[in-house]
Every structure is written in structure tokens, then in C-alpha cells.
């Protein structure tokens, strides 16, 4: 039995170092590094789209300045045409002045002549003693000669009227002239003021807008190039973690190859263990069973299911009854239940090598191999009663050890008759079987 074990416990640890290599843990740096790279693109993402944002708002107050000065230039361009009309109107007003004050000077002129005639003719009348038209009128001699004085004197005080007039007029012509031409060029100076005034105010915008605008695609041309550091980086980073997801495809392919190598090579192990376990197993239950008959003095061989025998009530404590404890605890899932197609005990599922306890105190009367049990383990509890405990994967007990309820007496498996892992469990009394949930629960 101890060689049993040794294999047994050989082939437990080859397969948990098959569970170990097939399912290996993928976590490496440079699977840390891929997640690094991926929240460092996220954040690049969110800084682009915000970038971009702000260009597209940039973009829009450029192109707002922009109309902005065109409009400017348009209304600066119609005051300087105005600015023009006003400066050819006091161009032709400057000529017209040059004119105004020929023709006042002609007047003036004029208003001398006519000045220094009058001069003459009040000289004439003073050299020729003449006092006035009636005393010119009152000399006269006849009649012929008093209508001749008097057509003479109606034609001098004509001649001296017209001269007064003359000189008026040419006083007023020259008042007129002066005005009216002062009063156009304080016109036109005035309004090529107000015009030049509002060019200069126009102007002053157009520059304050220009100022704005070279600061609008000076940030322009920042956030460009930002953006476009920001597309470059995504670049390199979507190029470092292709590379870093290539690298950790590679080494999981790798790890694959290698699990699946080192599961075929242990699956060979662990057959040739179980092989191995089986012969031995055989073995043992031969010498096993030649010790039985050489004790017990009878030619009685061992059938494939057990039977419990009455001589074994001999040698076995008294049962003293009561419930018994759970030979799986915290598995109490049932895959099979008793007399369930004839069956003889109750199956209850449970990993591979979980500790199976025994239902009660009492003494092993059987810790061997057989092809329908696989390895299992029989308690005589006295009074008749035997507890079995099949298709363990390694047997911690031997015959004629006296174990204690709920001390571990195997291990659960799936040898023998069996199509997965779990314990086969039968209570028997006398030989007869019977409902083991009427005496464990769990």
C-alpha cells in the first residue's frame, strides 16, 4: 500500500503542475505597458478634440475679423472718394476764389475809376465856382439857354447819380463776392473735415481690428501646430502599442505552445502513474487478498462490488448509533441518488483531491484497488454497519487503522468505474444496503 501512495501522490502532483502550466497568467510588463499606452492616447484624444474645438472657434473669429476690415476698407474707401470729391470742389472752389478776387479787384479798379471821376467832377465843379443844378439853372439868359442848362443839369445830376451808384454797387459786388467765397471754403473745409475726421476714426478701428486679428492667427497657428504635435504623438503611440500588442500575442502564443508541451508530456506522466498505481494497486490486492485467505483459512474470492462479511463484526467496536458526519463538507450536491437505477449508494460531485472524511469512528477493513470502485476505503462502525467511500484518487489509510468521524481517510477522484470526479458513498448494515441520507446529512 505504501507503494500504491508513493504513486499515487507522484501522479497528484503531476497534475496539479498541469492545472498550473495550462492556464498560465498572462499579466506582464509589457501588458501594463499596452494599458499605460492606451490611457495616455485616451487623454491625448480628449486634448485633440478640445484643441480642435478651440481652433474651430479661432477659425471663426479670424474669419469674423476678416469681414469685419473688409467692411472697414470698403467704408474707409468710400470716405476717401468723398474726401476726394471735397478736395476737387475746394480745388474748383480755390480757382473760383482765384477768380472772385480778380473780378474783386476788377471792382475795386472799377470803384477807383469811378472815384477818381467823381473826384474830377467835383474838382470841376468847384474850379468852375458852381454852387448847385438850381443856381446853374437861375443864370440862365433866355429860354433856349434855361433848357439847355436845365437838359445840361438833369444830365449832370444823372451823370453824378450814376456815379454813386456805380460805386455802391461795386461796393456791394465786392461785400458778395467776399462772402460767398468765404463762406464755401468754410463749407467745404468743414465737411472735408468731418470726412477726414471720420476716416481717421475708421481707420483707427481698421487697425485695432488688424492688431486683433494678427493676435487671432498668431493662436491660430499655435493651436495648428498644437493639434498637429497632438496627431503626431497619436501616431507614434498607436505605432508603440501595435508593436507592444504584437509582442504580448507573441508571448502568448508562445506560453500556449509551451503549456500544451508540458500538459501532453505530464498527461503521459500521469497515465504512466496511473499505470503504474494500477499494477501496483493489482499487486496489493493479490497479496492482500492471499494474507485474507491464508488468515481466514477460506478459498473465498473478492467479487468486483464489496460485501461486507460477518467476520468482520468480530474484530470491529460496537456501533453506538446517531447521525453520522458529512463525508464532503460543503458539497452536498447530489449527482446521484441512492437505489436511483439500481445504484447502491449516493454520488456527490466534488474537485479532485478534496479531502473525503470518515462518516464515523471505527477500524479500515478494506483501502485497496477495484476495477469497479477504483480505490476505495471500507469502515466497520460495529453492530454490523460499514461505510464505504469509492473511486478515490489516493487512499490515506490502511487496513487495520482506527480512524475517528471526520478525520480524512482518502481523497476524492474519478478512478474505476467513473465518469467524473466525486465520491461514491454506501451505508450498508448486515450486508444490506440502505439510504445513507438517513444517516448523514449535509
Given at each position: 500500500?505504501?507503494?500504491?501512495?508513493?504513486?499515487?501522490?507522484?501522479?497528484?502532483?503531476?497534475?496539479?503542475?498541469?492545472?498550473?502550466?495550462?492556464?498560465?497568467?498572462?499579466?506582464?510588463?509589457?501588458?501594463?505597458?499596452?494599458?499605460?499606452?492606451?490611457?495616455?492616447?485616451?487623454?491625448?484624444?480628449?486634448?485633440?478634440?478640445?484643441?480642435?474645438?478651440?481652433?474651430?472657434?479661432?477659425?471663426?473669429?479670424?474669419?469674423?475679423?476678416?469681414?469685419?476690415?473688409?467692411?472697414?476698407?470698403?467704408?474707409?474707401?468710400?470716405?476717401?472718394?468723398?474726401?476726394?470729391?471735397?478736395?476737387?470742389?475746394?480745388?474748383?472752389?480755390?480757382?473760383?476764389?482765384?477768380?472772385?478776387?480778380?473780378?474783386?479787384?476788377?471792382?475795386?479798379?472799377?470803384?477807383?475809376?469811378?472815384?477818381?471821376?467823381?473826384?474830377?467832377?467835383?474838382?470841376?465843379?468847384?474850379?468852375?465856382?458852381?454852387?448847385?443844378?438850381l443856381e446853374v439853372l437861375l443864370r440862365a439868359g433866355s429860354m433856349s439857354e434855361l433848357f439847355s442848362k436845365?437838359?445840361?443839369?438833369?444830365?449832370?445830376?444823372?451823370?453824378?447819380?450814376?456815379?454813386?451808384?456805380?460805386?455802391?454797387?461795386?461796393?456791394?459786388?465786392?461785400?458778395?463776392?467776399?462772402?460767398?467765397?468765404?463762406?464755401?471754403?468754410?463749407?467745404?473745409?468743414?465737411?472735408?473735415?468731418?470726412?477726414?475726421?471720420?476716416?481717421?476714426?475708421?481707420?483707427?478701428?481698421?487697425?485695432?481690428?488688424?492688431?486683433?486679428?494678427?493676435?487671432?492667427?498668431?493662436?491660430?497657428?499655435?493651436?495648428?501646430?498644437?493639434?498637429?504635435?497632438?496627431?503626431?504623438?497619436?501616431?507614434?503611440?498607436?505605432?508603440?502599442?501595435?508593436?507592444?500588442?504584437?509582442?504580448?500575442?507573441?508571448?502568448?502564443?508562445?506560453?500556449?505552445?509551451?503549456?500544451?508541451?508540458?500538459?501532453?508530456?505530464?498527461?503521459?506522466?500521469?497515465?504512466?502513474?496511473?499505470?503504474?498505481?494500477?499494477?501496483?494497486?493489482?499487486?496489493?490486492?493479490?497479496?492482500?487478498?492471499?494474507?485474507?485467505?491464508?488468515?481466514?483459512?477460506?478459498?473465498?474470492?473478492?467479487?468486483?462490488?464489496?460485501?461486507?462479511?460477518?467476520?468482520?463484526?468480530?474484530?470491529?467496536?460496537?456501533?453506538?448509533?446517531?447521525?453520522?458526519?458529512?463525508?464532503?463538507?460543503?458539497?452536498?450536491?447530489?449527482?446521484?441518488?441512492?437505489?436511483?437505477?439500481?445504484?447502491?449508494?449516493?454520488?456527490?460531485?466534488?474537485?479532485?483531491?478534496?479531502?473525503?472524511?470518515?462518516?464515523?469512528?471505527?477500524?479500515?477493513?478494506?483501502?485497496?484497488?477495484?476495477?469497479?470502485?477504483?480505490?476505495?476505503?471500507?469502515?466497520?462502525?460495529?453492530?454490523?454497519?460499514?461505510?464505504?467511500?469509492?473511486?478515490?484518487?489516493?487512499?490515506?489509510?490502511?487496513?487495520?487503522?482506527?480512524?475517528?468521524?471526520?478525520?480524512?481517510?482518502?481523497?476524492?477522484?474519478?478512478?474505476?468505474?467513473?465518469?467524473?470526479?466525486?465520491?461514491?458513498?454506501?451505508?450498508?448494515?448486515?450486508?444490506?444496503?440502505?439510504?445513507?441520507?438517513?444517516?448523514?446529512?449535509?
Amino acid at each position: 500500500m505504501k507503494n500504491v501512495r508513493r504513486y499515487m501522490a507522484a501522479a497528484l502532483a503531476a497534475v496539479m503542475m498541469f492545472a498550473a502550466t495550462v492556464f498560465p497568467t498572462y499579466a506582464s510588463e509589457d501588458e501594463s505597458h499596452l494599458e499605460e499606452l492606451q490611457e495616455e492616447d485616451s487623454q491625448k484624444a480628449e486634448e485633440e478634440y478640445a484643441a480642435n474645438q478651440e481652433l474651430q472657434e479661432t477659425q471663426q473669429k479670424v474669419n469674423e475679423v476678416i469681414e469685419t476690415v473688409r467692411q472697414l476698407d470698403e467704408n474707409i474707401s468710400e470716405v476717401v472718394a468723398e474726401i476726394a470729391d471735397l478736395d476737387a470742389e475746394i480745388e474748383q472752389n480755390l480757382a473760383l476764389l482765384e477768380q472772385t478776387k480778380k473780378e474783386l479787384e476788377a471792382a475795386k479798379d472799377n470803384e477807383a475809376l469811378w472815384y477818381q471821376k467823381l473826384k474830377l467832377r467835383l474838382k470841376a465843379v468847384y474850379e468852375s465856382g458852381e454852387i448847385n443844378y438850381l443856381e446853374v439853372l437861375l443864370r440862365a439868359g433866355s429860354m433856349s439857354e434855361l433848357f439847355s442848362k436845365a437838359e445840361y443839369s438833369r444830365e449832370l445830376a444823372e451823370y453824378d447819380q450814376e456815379i454813386l451808384d456805380q460805386l455802391e454797387a461795386a461796393k456791394e459786388q465786392v461785400q458778395q463776392k467776399q462772402e460767398q467765397v468765404e463762406e464755401e471754403e468754410a463749407i467745404l473745409e468743414e465737411n472735408r473735415a468731418s470726412e477726414q475726421a471720420k476716416k481717421d476714426e475708421l481707420q483707427a478701428v481698421k487697425s485695432e481690428k488688424e492688431e486683433e486679428l494678427a493676435a487671432l492667427e498668431e493662436d491660430q497657428a499655435a493651436l495648428e501646430l498644437y493639434t498637429q504635435q497632438l496627431r503626431q504623438q497619436r501616431e507614434d503611440l498607436a505605432a508603440e502599442m501595435a508593436e507592444t500588442a504584437a509582442r504580448i500575442e507573441e508571448a502568448r502564443r508562445k506560453a500556449e505552445e509551451e503549456a500544451a508541451r508540458k500538459a501532453a508530456a505530464e498527461e503521459a506522466a500521469r497515465k504512466a502513474a496511473d499505470e503504474a498505481a494500477r499494477q501496483a494497486a493489482e499487486q496489493a490486492e493479490r497479496e492482500s487478498a492471499a494474507r485474507a485467505a491464508q488468515q481466514e483459512q477460506s478459498s473465498q474470492q473478492e467479487e468486483s462490488s464489496y460485501e461486507e462479511e460477518e467476520s468482520y463484526e468480530e474484530s470491529t467496536p460496537t456501533y453506538s448509533g446517531g447521525g453520522m458526519v458529512w463525508p464532503l463538507p460543503g458539497y452536498s450536491r447530489l449527482s446521484t441518488y441512492f437505489m436511483d437505477g439500481g445504484h447502491r449508494g449516493i454520488d456527490i460531485p466534488a474537485p479532485s483531491g478534496t479531502p473525503i472524511l470518515a462518516a464515523a469512528g471505527g477500524t479500515v477493513i478494506k483501502s485497496q484497488w477495484n476495477s469497479s470502485y477504483g480505490y476505495y476505503v471500507a469502515i466497520s462502525h460495529g453492530n454490523g454497519m460499514v461505510t464505504l467511500y469509492a473511486h478515490s484518487s489516493q487512499l490515506l489509510v490502511s487496513v487495520g487503522d482506527t480512524v475517528s468521524a471526520g478525520q480524512p481517510v482518502c481523497l476524492c477522484g474519478t478512478t474505476g468505474n467513473s465518469t467524473g470526479n466525486h465520491l461514491h458513498f454506501e451505508v450498508q448494515i448486515n450486508g444490506g444496503l440502505y439510504n445513507p441520507l438517513n444517516y448523514a446529512s449535509p
